[in-house]
């Protein structure tokens, strides 16, 4: 039972209480620039759960056999060569849309989640939790991409998925776009908020302050 | 002259990395607390990204463009999907190269950087410079040129950004706010005033 708690919290806690990008800071390059419509946010989800899951697996696979000294090269040829496969895929079956993801899936080589979680995890656990590992961050990492899209597809152009949602203005309904939700600051003070929404939910993750105001002097009477 | 410094200032300015792209915010976000750090984070930046970009450039057009192997009797070979391990070879080549002249020449400098050097490997906005010169299909005057911009509006961002937090450390933020969130923010104004660059240049 206990082993089947600990897979379980593997998979969970990553998605809200130890989410990668709200949390741990990483991946974020990525989760911002492609957050523009929910059909790229859900693209590049799914590309790179699988390059995460994947690569942790066989990283840790080989993880007994690769020198100390140069594991970062190895583990960095074992995700670009996974990358290459998800690009030639996406360029194949879905034109359009790895046009629009343009640079970003290449990207995903230097994503410092994938890195991250393959040096901090699966270098030191057996294939199977380590699968389970990256899985949940890959989900956690989705969730943040499809809320920022979704807001942001929904709130700059009334739609989602490419489908009118809210009738827009000049079509005769009453919401007028904000087109400042499709450029790139609306990204950064979005994820801005969702930080803080989540350390206001767990107030155990706020960060310390680093100066603390000197006491101020009583003024003498 | 006048095409290439206006392929500076929009590399620099108006397609900056990490406030318009949102390329390289990991090392952007977790290395601007202290001014010191980020100007050092900065000039590594330009510095690998103006030798790494023309480098690719020049790889990519020799060995891996299509039809590169045509001397050799190969003019169908196109191995442009190698482009990304070629490209990370590279970078991780030289990232290391630079830091052992530095080591061996510049002590002091190699002193100063510290952990910095090695992380650009892993910096997707230097990769995505390589990336962007093959999309876009710069000579290799351009892509050297656009390494150097890139570079440079990199640095300029983070020591702004940095300068701006040391300000506010002091300021009585909400607590979820403080840190990251605050940084978020702040980026995201600093993103607006560079949307201004672009309106500029798309007013010419």
Not at chain 1, 51 to 77: D, F, K, M, N, Y
Not at chain 1, 111 to 137: I, S
Not at chain 2, 4 to 12: D, I, N, T, V
Request: net charge negative; hydrophobic share 55%.
């Amino acid at each position: 039972m206990a082993a089947r708690t600990d897979v379980w919290t593997t998979l969970t806690d990553p998605l809200i209480r130890q989410n990668p990008v709200t949390l741990q800071i990483l991946g974020i390059c990525s989760a911002l620039a492609v957050t523009t419509t929910l059909a790229t946010a859900l693209t590049m989800s799914i590309s790179l759960t699988v390059v995460l899951t994947l690569a942790a697996g066989l990283v840790s696979v080989i993880r007994r056999h690769i020198p100390e000294t140069i594991r970062l090269i190895v583990q960095i040829v074992i995700v670009a060569s996974l990358v290459i496969v998800i690009d030639q895929i996406l360029q194949a079956y879905f034109a359009e849309i790895s046009r629009a993801l343009s640079v970003y899936v290449g990207l995903i080589t230097t994503n410092c989640l994938v890195l991250g979680r393959t040096e901090a995890y699966a270098r030191h656990h057996a294939p199977l939790p380590a699968m389970v590992d990256a899985f949940g961050n890959g989900l956690g990492y989705s969730l943040v991409l499809i809320l920022i899209g979704g807001l942001r597809e929904l709130f700059g152009k009334g739609e989602l998925f490419g489908h009118q949602v809210l009738p827009l203005a000049d079509a005769g309904g009453w919401f007028t776009p904000l087109s400042l939700m499709l450029l790139a600051p609306s990204a950064f003070f979005l994820l801005g908020l969702l930080v803080w929404t989540v350390r206001s939910l767990y107030p155990g993750q706020t960060e310390a302050p680093e100066h603390t105001p000197p006491l101020r002097a009583e003024p003498a009477e | 002259m006048t095409e290439l410094w206006g392929l500076f200032l929009m590399a620099a300015f108006v397609d900056n990395m990490p406030l318009t792209l949102f390329l390289g915010l990991c090392t952007f976000l977790a290395l601007s607390k202290r001014p010191e750090a980020a100007v050092g984070l900065g000039v590594a930046m330009t510095g690998v990204l103006s030798v790494t970009v023309p480098l690719n450039h020049l790889i990519y057009v020799g060995l891996l463009a299509p039809g590169a192997w045509a001397w050799a009797g190969l003019p169908d070979l196109d191995l442009s999907y190698l482009s990304l391990i070629a490209f990370i070879g590279v970078i991780a080549a030289s990232v290391q190269f630079l830091e052992m002249i530095l080591d061996r020449f510049f002590p002091a400098i190699h002193a100063a950087f510290g952990v910095f050097l090695p992380l650009l490997t892993v910096q997707c906005a230097i990769l995505a410079g390589s990336l962007f010169m093959v999309e876009r299909s710069y000579t290799l005057a351009q892509s050297a040129v656009f390494g150097l911009g890139s570079g440079v509006g990199f640095a300029v961002a983070v020591a702004m950004l940095a300068a701006i937090r040391t300000r506010l450390s002091y300021a009585d933020l909400p607590a979820g706010l403080s840190g990251l969130g605050i940084a978020f923010v702040l980026a995201g104004l600093m993103s607006l005033g560079f949307a201004s660059f672009a309106q500029m240049a798309a007013a010419q």
